[in-house]
């Protein structure tokens, strides 16, 4: 069942086409991975899923309800900007505070979503202390509790491992998993290769406010990848050879006492974007 339709979705700044025409359908329960380089048009996509920017043309539908403008079904939707949005002058446990009564809690309910919340993304022992005083990776959590505080079906994380340590990065990973689990569906960008590979059900690769392929990593990888690459080192230097059946290869050479090593090179979601941007990645 589908949880968010994306259909023909326009939006321009200026002259710019920001999302050129994107229809994009999100699975109920999936976590899907948006990716794309800086630019791509991985923002104002989710902006636009979320209500908070009208597109030119094209339409948004949530849970089969609606569109997000309507405030009773953007009620299904968290979202954790990229620009984080918290007050750096309160606690975190004000914070929870405020945005959950603006999402309709309050008095015991508010205070429990607020402890689980903050439990949640291990700041519970954090909760008085002033935003300010928190590492960044503390203030992506933070902010990603801010999304889950009203318990919504869907979660729209929004490049949550920028500028985030190691440490919070895995318990933001943990993060997705468990929501997963608890049958919440995710809608994840970055552009992390590796994120992406272990954590999305699905991913799509954006580029020019266009989605240029969207499977399965391993749907990804059989369409876009290319051949698996035999590094053999001998006398002479590294040899490559471009293969599907690299286990053939080495078996051919194996009584070769001349190569020292072989290593095989599996094309992973990094080389299906490089196949079809041509390009690298930028920060
Ligand atoms: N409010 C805005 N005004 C003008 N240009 C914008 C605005 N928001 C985004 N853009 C431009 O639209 C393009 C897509 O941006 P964005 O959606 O933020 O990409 P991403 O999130 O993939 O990095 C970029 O070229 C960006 O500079
Ligand atoms: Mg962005």
């Not at 975190?92 to 439990?119: H, I, P, T, W």
């Not at 499977?215 to 990804?220: A, F, N, Y």
């Amino acid at each position: 069942m589908a949880m968010l339709e994306l259909t023909n979705l326009c939006k321009s700044f200026g002259d710019l086409r920001a999302v050129d025409d994107l229809s994009l359908t999100i699975e109920t329960g999936e976590v899907f991975g948006l990716l794309g380089p800086n630019g791509a048009g991985k923002t104002t996509t989710i902006h636009m899923a979320t209500g908070l920017l009208v597109p030119d043309s094209g339409t948004v539908v949530l849970n089969m309800q609606g569109s997000p403008a309507d405030p009773e079904v953007r009620a299904n939707i968290g979202v954790a900007p990229q620009a984080l949005s918290l007050y750096e002058e309160l606690t975190g446990q004000e914070n929870l505070d405020f945005f959950g009564s603006l999402q309709g809690l309050s008095g015991k309910g508010l205070a429990q979503r607020v402890e689980a919340s903050l439990e949640f993304v291990s700041l519970a022992d954090r909760r008085k202390d002033l935003v300010k005083s928190y590492s960044g990776g503390m203030k992506r959590r933070l902010n990603i509790a801010v999304a889950l505080i009203h318990e919504p079906r869907i979660v729209l994380l929004d490049e949550p491992t920028v500028g985030v340590d190691p440490q919070s990065r895995n318990a933001i990973f943990d993060n997705i998993l468990e929501l997963k689990a608890h049958g919440v569906t995710v809608v994840y960008t970055t552009h992390y290769m590796e994120e992406a590979e272990k954590l999305c059900d699905r991913v799509a690769i954006m580029d020019n406010g266009k989605i240029l392929a969207l499977d399965s990593l391993p749907g990804l990888i059989n369409a876009h990848g290319g051949q698996s690459v035999v590094i053999l080192e001998g006398p002479d230097g590294e040899k490559r050879i471009e293969t599907d059946h690299p286990l053939d290869e080495i078996v051919k050479r194996k009584d070769q006492s001349d190569i020292a090593s072989f290593r095989v090179e599996r094309p992973d979601l990094e080389r299906v974007f490089l196949n079809l941007t041509g390009r690298q990645l930028r920060d």
